[in-house]
């Protein structure tokens, strides 16, 4: 995902089609932001876009990045370009779980993902995953469950917790 800021009224949007699922959890991310930082910046919109822009996307799955991205973009913090995650929120800064984790967890580790996050109430498909494509689909990687966007934002940000440099988050290794 990418997020671009243009002059505007303190928007945020997607600049290409999305299904309503999506548009609502935007929502709900958006009060999260002005709750968190009271208010957007008056004169900037946030446009929120997908590498891929060919078909329409659906679903809350995409949340917790949307998240992070206006976060980025609001406080200037920068995150880990090895992490990913997934997630629906909601406006008080819960992760809901979704669907299709164990997908998302092969796409991410495709790519140069070392950590991933999944919402905490979807923890059984990480276990589910194991079991079907057997360990090795996680031997790279490090997997974490999350409750709150505060606890991604943790995992995102490249200053490690001396707890996740003692697991191998650093090093990308799951144990």
Known sequence: ??????????????????????????????????????GFPPFIDFELSFEEKYSEKDGPSAAVACGLLLESSITGKTWDPAFAVTGDMNADGSVQ????????????????????????????????LVIQ???????????FTIKTFEEAAALASPER???????????????
């Open 1 to 38: 995902m990418n997020l671009t800021t243009v002059e505007g009224g303190g928007n945020v949007r997607f600049n290409q089609g999305v299904g309503g699922d999506m548009i609502q959890s935007l929502h709900e991310v958006q009060k999260f932001m002005q709750l968190r930082h009271n």
């Open 97 to 128: 779980p979704i669907g299709g984790v164990g997908a998302k967890i092969r796409g991410a580790t495709n790519g140069s993902c070392k950590i991933i996050a999944v919402p905490s109430k979807n923890e059984i498909a990480v276990t589910d």
């Open 133 to 143: 494509d057997g360990p090795a689909a996680l031997a790279k990687i490090c997997v």
């Open 161 to 175: 917790h001396p707890v996740l440099e003692r697991s191998g988050a650093s090093e990308g290794r799951h144990e």
